[in-house]
């Protein structure tokens, strides 16, 4: 009894293993670096505990991150390089989830996205997510900004709008914006290979069937000529006009644009690659 319990053990271990293993996602991970020192222990443990939860629930991981010294780099290139170096990432290493920066250095704060977050978060959102942790960056609150961060990632990642504009490739690792195939100029597509020889064999088969049409009618003997549809009395035509009386003029007001958001259909994400080559999405603010 005791070996098949110990057997069932060993089963269930290799097991939930395998599953770390194909899901990536390591929730013992270390997922607030507090370089800057700007949360207390308690806010720290508090943030690291809201990260985990969250990333399970959105299947992005989330870190944080706060420094002092960029190194001389642009929010956004310390943000994309720190999570390239780490290997974040929800299913794999360099996989997709979002990393928050706090730059005292630049007074800066930016949100860096990787994998299926580029398209799930879309600029609009990330906007939206900077508008609303503005206040408590101004006034100082970096533990209210932290947790606004996370509490609006995970609103827009489960229930927001997606990118349009591409996807991400997992074979290649990277953001691929469908651009490329859609903004292609019209000369291209009209010249392309393909369309030529589809156009070509229809245009040799509709004159084809027309050469036989022609050639058929010309074999055919005539049995119509101009005295078929006349009598002794010669031609009659009759005479009609038409006399303009009145014009009737229609108008309707024409809808002004307001400027409001528009849903579906009109959401982008762009992409650039980081200096480690990894796509990155993103934005940030200065306060």
């Known amino acids: 009894m005791r070996k098949m319990r110990t057997k069932q053990l060993s089963f269930l271990l290799a097991v939930a293993a395998a599953l770390m ?48 010294d960029n190194g001389g780099k642009e929010a956004g290139d310390y943000a994309d390089d720190f999570y390239d170096e780490h290997g974040f990432g929800y299913e794999k290493d360099n996989g997709s989830g979002v990393l928050f920066l706090i730059d005292m250095d630049a007074r800066d704060f930016y949100i860096s996205t990787a994998g299926t977050a580029i398209e799930k978060y879309t600029d ?10 503005m206040p408590y960056m101004r006034a100082g609150d970096y533990a209210g900004a932290c947790v606004t961060f996370v509490s609006e990632a995970e609103r827009c990642l489960t229930g927001g709008e997606t990118g349009k504009n591409g996807y991400y490739d997992e074979e290649e690792n990277r953001f691929v914006e469908y651009s490329a195939a859609k903004e292609e100029p019209g000369w291209k597509k009209a010249i392309a ?22 050639s058929w009618k010309r074999k055919t003997r005539m049995s119509v000529n ?62």
């Open 21 to 68: 293993i194909v899901c990536g996602f390591d929730s013992q991970e270390k997922k607030v670096y507090d370089d800057g020192e700007l949360l207390t222990d308690a806010e720290e443990e508090g943030l690291q505990e809201l990260l985990v939860e969250t990333a399970k629930r959105t299947e992005q991981d989330l870190i944080v991150v706060t420094t002092r």
């Open 124 to 133: 609009s959102e990330i906007d939206g997510t900077l508008d609303a942790i």
């Open 193 to 214: 290979p393909k369309r030529l020889a589809v156009v070509f064999s229809i245009s040799a088969a509709v004159s084809a069937f027309i050469v036989l049409i022609i």
């Open 226 to 287: 101009g005295g078929t549809y006349l009598d002794g009395r010669g031609l009659d035509f009759k005479e009609r006009s038409d006399r303009f009386t009145h014009t009737t003029v229609v108008t309707r007001p024409i809808p002004k644009d307001n400027g409001g958001s528009k849903g579906g259909g009109h959401s982008h994400s762009s992409s650039h690659t980081s200096s480690g080559g990894h796509s990155h999405g993103g934005g940030g603010r200065s306060f």
